[in-house]
């Protein structure tokens, strides 16, 4: 009989880690994830490798960074010939099941090389998805913020991925298995049904960390595109009183798929995975949702936790991780071997001892340079102004990369001046000490650990090798008589 762990990998879209309330949140209901947290390890130095989805999904899925093997746009999905931990999985014999449609992570046919069942057991009508314009209530400037408020009906895409998992579960797999679930909650538009939508008092919800004193420019570019400016206190609360609803939703459906987990009778065997592809502005900043070269903590800190199958309980590891990391750990909680080189970490030492010192650095990366414009995305609303301004003024979408260790951050910015945060005592990272004198030990230090981690993994030596001297099956030249 095979004993290796079931695997309940739960992903959803956009979420901040300091919007759960066993993160710190203290207006937020998270019950079911504060629980899974308290049987688990809670990870909070975990960081992202890119700040918008489908670069940030192909990193975590294969180990690799972003830039190893181009990886860095919405419009370059992993293919065949690349590695990815559901593939790697179903080949060692696990059975693989993907609950819901999410189309921008495998580019064609790898998703039928990669799972044994994708999709809904019961579809959601055609409205749950994306708000189109003329349906938008609010008027322009709500449009901005994404923000479409209350819903009626409840079979949303999230909801029907939720229906089936459960319903998967209830036909008892054969073990072992691998229960994938990335949900769209709580990416805007900012919209949630009842009784979440009403769960938070308005008056009552933070505001937003306002601006920094020096920042790049991208940031008071974006606030004057969307004309932000305009935006009240009170949009500003409303606005995350419905993230915050839909973060409730979201743990609610969280706590139904571990119920289902329970029902299964194999709990104590199964490994439940719990973070998120990146964060949200949510009125930080004066801005809201994302950008492909955003370096501030609401974007890259992630809210991991890791619990199960007899694992210790009730720990927080508070070094430095990545979500490349996830790969080997999970492989390693499998027994299973990777095919290919990554740059992750298994956290199964930090697991069995949170006190262990697991990485130095995390990195994040994100943008592109001026000669990638032409590349560069083209979204209809409520997306259009953002992806013109990067085809615009595509400096303002440079590439960037932060480096952070339990005390600072630095950012190397292609086209904008660096950054440097003393996060000891600006955890929003809000203060560029960058270039001032008295911290010019720490900058090159920084600046000096991120040229190591470039050159160390710029690329990998392809898996197969090839014949260094192969067979050329063509005609030899033919003589010409003069």
């Not at 004193?213 to 400016?229: K, Q, S, T």
């Not at 990638?372 to 003024?393: C, I, N, R």
Request: proline letters at 10%; glycine letters at 6%.
């Amino acid at each position: 009989m095979d004993t290796r762990p079931n695997f309940v990998i739960f992903i959803p879209d956009q979420l901040r880690a300091d919007a759960l309330g066993v993160f710190g949140n203290p207006h937020v209901r998270t019950p079911n994830l504060d629980a899974l947290a308290a049987r688990g390890t809670r990870f909070t130095n975990a960081y992202v490798q890119h700040p918008v989805c489908v670069p940030s999904r192909a990193s975590f899925l294969t180990g690799w960074y972003p830039h190893t093997s181009g990886h860095r746009s919405q419009n370059h999905l992993l293919r065949s010939h690349e590695p990815n931990l559901l593939r790697i999985l179903k080949d060692a014999g696990y059975h693989v099941t993907w609950a819901g449609r999410r189309g921008d992570t495998f580019a064609p046919g790898v998703t039928e090389e990669s799972v044994h069942e994708y999709g809904y057991t019961e579809p959601p009508p055609v409205s749950a998805y994306r708000p189109e314009l003329a349906t938008w209530p609010g008027g322009d400037l709500w449009a901005r913020l994404f923000y479409f408020g209350r819903t009626a009906g409840n079979l949303d895409q999230d909801e029907a991925s939720i229906r089936t998992a459960e319903q998967m579960l209830a036909g008892k797999p054969g073990t072992p298995w691998v229960l994938f679930v990335p949900i769209i909650a709580p990416h805007c538009p900012f919209r949630a049904p009842e009784p979440w939508f009403s769960m938070y008092d308005r008056d009552a919800m933070p505001d937003p960390i306002p601006p920094g004193e020096i920042e790049p420019r991208y940031v008071p570019a974006l606030r004057d595109l969307h004309g932000l400016e305009r935006v009240t206190p009170q949009m500003w609360r409303e606005v995350i009183a419905t993230y915050y609803a839909m973060v409730s939703r979201m743990d609610d459906h969280l706590g139904r798929v571990l119920s289902a987990v329970e029902r299964t009778g194999e709990a104590d065997n199964t490994v439940t995975m719990f973070f998120a592809d990146h964060g949200e502005y949510l009125g930080d900043f004066g801005l809201i949702e994302k950008w492909p070269s955003a370096m501030h903590p609401c974007i890259t800190r992630d809210p991991l936790v890791i619990a199960g199958a007899g694992l210790p309980e009730g720990q927080v590891h508070d070094g430095m991780v990545e979500l490349v990391d996830v790969l080997p750990t999970v492989l390693d909680l499998a027994g299973v071997t990777a095919p290919h080189r990554h740059f992750g970490r298994s956290l199964l030492p930090v697991l069995r001892d949170p006190r262990s010192e697991h990485r130095e650095y995390a990195f994040t990366e994100g943008g592109f340079t001026v000669e990638e414009e032409p590349q560069l995305e083209v979204s209809p609303f409520p997306y259009d102004l953002k992806t013109a301004l990067q085809h615009d003024q595509p400096e303002l979408v440079g590439k960037a990369t932060a480096v952070r260790d339990r005390e600072w951050t630095y950012v190397w910015r292609l086209y904008d001046p660096p950054e440097l945060y003393h996060r000891a005592e600006d955890p929003d990272e809000r203060y560029n000490l960058a270039g001032r004198p008295e911290h010019a030990d720490v900058e090159h230090r920084m600046s000096q650990a991120l040229l190591h981690w470039l050159i160390a993994t710029t690329d990998v030596i392809p898996a197969d090798a090839d014949p260094r001297m192969p067979d050329v099956d063509l005609p030899a030249p033919q003589s010409v008589s003069p």
